[in-house]
């Protein structure tokens, strides 16, 4: 399974280098907690941060949702753009701790194992307030345990639920739990994800 997002715990030329000397870094596969999650809700537009190769994207044009895919790689981004070219998909090359946001009132936002770090907390706001009215939030992060299998220490990115502390009024929590991958991942490492869904009012 993908485990494809990922922000800036490196520069964008050490993951452009990564994907350079690979093929494909991560499976063609959507991740589990999208389709578990957004299958059932109407299709409409959606922001997928850190986007990689571009298997959450795809798997939700396919479904009839307007997509903008975001990555820090430009390599990332142009293999997914030529994997699929289809007007549905927006491929961009940027990097959200940094950039703006490429627009706003989406229907859903989706960070799949996307860090933050914890002193980021601006970056989690403007994530957060570009999901519109009636729009869904969904952060899926690595259990500690998966995290610090990957050397890094959890502690220092912000976790769903720390995302979930930050909604305030006018949110409502649909999922908040710790379940298992289906498929492990990472090496075998990675056997457990942290999912938050949540619903902004309409």
Do not use: C, K
Not at 54 to 65: E, K, Q, S
Not at 144 to 150: F, Q
Request: aromatic fraction near 6%; hydrophobic fraction near 40%; proline fraction near 4%.
């Amino acid at each position: 399974m993908s485990e494809h997002a990922h922000g800036d715990m490196d520069g964008a030329a050490e993951w452009d280098q990564r994907y350079s000397n690979a093929d494909r870094l991560w499976t063609a596969d959507v991740n589990p907690a999208l389709v578990a999650e957004i299958s059932e809700v109407t299709p409409s537009t959606a922001l997928d941060v850190g986007s990689g190769e571009g298997a959450d994207a795809r798997w939700l044009a396919d479904r009839g949702w307007r997509v903008i895919a975001v990555d820090i790689s430009q390599v990332a981004i142009d293999r997914a753009r030529e994997t699929d070219p289809r007007e549905a998909t927006t491929w961009l090359r940027a990097d959200l701790t940094v950039d703006e946001i490429p627009g706003r009132d989406f229907g859903l936002v989706s960070l799949q194992y996307f860090p933050v770090a914890r002193a980021d907390e601006a970056t989690v706001r403007r994530i957060i307030d570009a999901v519109g009215p009636g729009g869904r939030l969904l952060v899926v992060a690595h259990e500690a345990e998966g995290i610090r299998a990957h050397g890094r220490n959890p502690d220092d990115y912000f976790q769903p639920a720390d995302f979930a502390a930050l909604l305030g009024e006018g949110w409502t929590v649909v999922t908040d739990e710790t379940r298992e991958r289906g498929v492990a991942a990472g090496g075998g490492a990675h056997t457990h994800d942290v999912v938050l869904h949540a619903r902004r009012d309409a």
